[in-house]
């Protein structure tokens, strides 16, 4: 809402060889009353660029505690659903 404070978290999630996926929580918070609000949430997906533009590596997550560990797990998973729909929809595509 107008006037309201956003409150943005964010945390790696998820870490290949040059690319990263981030998670994203948007809320928002009344400033008179200090009430929160989730608003939204997203998933983007970075890649590591050198100088020439080239895809780099980047280096390893390390998960320390479990919910690391579970949503390392769960963005392996969106990867692993991305990929397979990229290669479904190239497949249709070449039909």
Known sequence: M???LVIMKASVNWVGRTSMEVGVRVESENILTGVRRHTNS???TFVALDASGTPTEVPALVC???EER???GAGA???RLRLAERDAERMRQRQ
């Open 2 to 4: 107008v006037g309201e």
């Open 42 to 44: 997203c998933y983007t």
């Open 64 to 66: 320390q505690t479990a």
């Open 70 to 72: 579970r949503r390392n």
């Open 77 to 79: 998973e969106r990867r």
